[in-house]
């Protein structure tokens, strides 16, 4: 029963991320931070696959996993495979979404980082994530006593900056306000479990 609940819940954090994804960065050349980020900078500069991207770009944190720490390895597989899978099965739906919704810049990066952050923190929260930053914030929360929310956010600004670099300011400000959205939900879903990670 448990295991089933932690598919649902891996399930809708993916759909969460990949919504997020699509419908609310990428039409506005927003980066959310993380493994995500990297691969919105690489789609933004060579309109490369997102989902294959964050494949690729998850591949050297997840071999670190597997010789360190093979159960969080294990945990975080299927978020990486479900959410890549679902940002690219979402993809064409982008038009018709925006067709009958649009937000705006700033709205977009508020709502979109608060659905990333909310995807990831449900999924935090049963021990599964999409690999990639927030893998790696995992096991190094094993070691320091921070809030998950609070790794994932300084991972994320030193992405953001990068491609603030590579893209435009509008970008590094919009994502900014993405991944303060982000963090905050993610550390409002994790702050109940922090007693538990530690215990694991």
Known sequence: MQSLLRYAVILIGSLLIAAATNFFLVPYKILDGG??????????????????????????????????????????????????????LLGPLQYHFLYYFEF???????????????????????????????????????????????IIFLTDFIIIGAGGLLISKETFFHSILTIIAGGVATGLCTLETEEKWEKI
């Open 35 to 88: 493994i995500i980020g990297i691969a919105l900078i690489i789609n933004y500069l060579s309109d490369a696959k997102i989902g294959i991207a964050v494949l690729l770009c998850s591949f050297p944190i997840f071999l670190l996993a597997w010789l360190k720490e093979r159960d969080i390895f294990f945990n975080s597989v299927l978020g990486l495979l479900t959410s890549s899978f679902l940002i690219e």
């Open 104 to 150: 705006g810049s700033i709205s977009s990066a508020i709502i979109g980082g608060f659905l990333m952050g909310t995807g990831l923190g449900l999924m935090l929260r049963f021990k599964a994530s999409t690999g990639g930053t927030d893998l790696l914030a995992q096991y190094i929360k094993r070691y320091l006593p921070l809030n998950l929310g609070l």
